[in-house]
């Protein structure tokens, strides 16, 4: 699995498909790793998929200090992947904390941008939701680093078969660094949000896939309806849960593939 430098860090991420074909980078959710993203890609052989480790996941560098998680930060590292692999343009992929930071690309660097795929954005809706589960959280990550530590260091590094890509994410989200992923929370919670206002979003000009949850109460739909509404020709694709598209990957496949050959992306 290839890595490269940025910002003092050591940055991981992994290659499925044609290496040839149009590129698609696809970002993970908070605590979890591009190992989500495993199931996608390898039913997308005609693109060439890039599946990032954002700084603080999975084997990328984790540092701690809450100002290296900054939205910009963190867009950041989608930039760098594009450069060092020589790309121009993508067409931008993301879940939860990598759907955010897909729009963060989007809006700031429209010229590195073909095309996006918004799963369950963190926004108006949620923000709440997300204040009462992350802040407490932090909290237990800061104060029981010295018994965490040990124990989260020993789950990321068991063994996991290949062919098991929901297992080695499991395993990101439980061996997350204790201080590292409070530093993490704390650089997100204390940022400037997002660009997600109706007038930025409509400035957004790429083709762009929207899919929401109905049943997820840190994920609200209405800001998945937000951005469609908001991006011009945006597409909105509802589904149930989380795992509605996990546990059906030719579904999520098919989703993502047809966006992609309307748009000739």
């Known amino acids: ?19 040839d074909g149009p590129p698609l980078v696809l970002l993970h959710g908070l605590f979890f790793s591009r190992r989500m993203y495993e199931r996608l890609a390898q039913q997308l052989p005609d693109h060439r998929c890039l599946m990032l480790d954002l700084r603080g996941h999975g084997k990328s560098s984790r540092p701690r200090r809450p100002a290296a998680y900054r939205w910009n930060e963190l867009a950041g590292d989608v930039l760098a992947l594009l450069d060092h692999l020589g790309i121009e343009r993508a067409v931008i992929g993301g879940l939860s904390l990598g759907a955010n930071v897909a729009l963060v690309v989007a809006v700031a660097h429209p010229e590195r941008t073909r095309g996006l795929i918004i799963e369950m954005p963190v926004l108006d809706h949620s923000r709440r939701t997300a204040y009462r589960a992350f802040r407490p959280l932090r909290c237990v990550l800061s104060a029981s680093r010295a018994v965490l530590a040990p124990l989260t260091h020993q789950v990321r590094h068991l063994p996991v078969p290949g062919r098991w890509p929901e297992v080695a994410a499991a395993r990101a989200l439980l061996g997350v660094q204790p201080e590292a992923g409070a530093a993490l929370l704390e650089g997100l919670l204390t940022d400037v949000d997002p660009p997600h206002d109706e007038a930025t979003l409509g400035g957004i000009t790429v083709p762009t896939l929207v899919i929401g949850h109905h049943l997820d109460g840190l994920h609200a739909l209405d800001d998945a309806r937000h951005v469609a509404r908001s991006v011009p020709g945006a597409e909105l694709v509802s589904v149930v849960t989380i795992a509605d598209l996990r546990l059906r990957a030719k579904r999520y496949a098919q ?6 050959a309307r748009n000739q992306l």
Request: net charge negative; charged share 25%; aromatic share 16%.
């Open 1 to 19: 699995m290839p890595a490269f430098t940025h910002d003092g860090l050591r940055l991981w991420y992994s290659e499925r498909g044609d290496p």
């Open 255 to 260: 989703i993502v593939d047809q966006f992609l």
